[in-house]
């Protein structure tokens, strides 16, 4: 399965999906921004929503640029790291469950959830989804 979200569909569509997680969280992104003086932004409802996944939980693992975010999310027993690598880490992945892929052009901000040009898909394929895995445990067992 195979399914489109384009610019402000994001947080209606993945949201869900993070509301619905059972066992993992997976995520690689290169710009995620947190809202604490605006609850109801659509970024920080999504913020929320993996927040609400871990309370219940799920197991978040999240490689990020900025280590701001590393600093509010370990706190409330996320595993976050800030990968230190001469490359630049311009992904954006989350993997639900192990199966359950979401990846394209969304950072994880109020901008691209609300006024960037955006495209990104919903992947659940279990033929694809070891590679993606394979992809995000590489980058996490990177020091």
């Known amino acids: ?3 489109t ?3 402000r569909e994001f947080p209606k569509k993945v949201i869900p999906l993070i509301e619905q997680a059972k066992q993992s969280i997976d995520v690689v992104v290169f710009d ?3 809202y ?3 609850p109801g932004a659509a970024c ?6 993996i927040i609400c996944a ?8 999240a490689l990020v640029n900025n280590s701001d975010i590393a600093k509010i999310l ?4 996320c595993q976050a790291k800030k990968l230190i690598t001469t490359k630049l880490m311009h992904c954006k992945l989350m993997i639900i469950d192990t199966t359950t892929i979401i990846t394209g052009s969304h950072n994880y901000s109020q901008a691209a959830f609300q006024m960037n040009l955006e495209l990104s898909v ?3 394929d279990e033929a694809v989804s070891p590679d993606f895995n394979s992809f995000f445990n590489n980058l996490w067992g990177l020091k």
């Open 1 to 3: 399965m195979l399914e």
């Open 5 to 7: 979200i384009s610019g």
């Open 32 to 34: 995620w921004r947190w």
């Open 36 to 38: 604490p003086s605006d």
């Open 44 to 49: 920080q409802l999504f913020n929320q929503a």
């Open 54 to 61: 871990r309370r219940r939980g799920v197991k978040v693992r």
């Open 74 to 77: 370990i706190p409330e027993g």
């Open 122 to 124: 919903i992947i659940k």
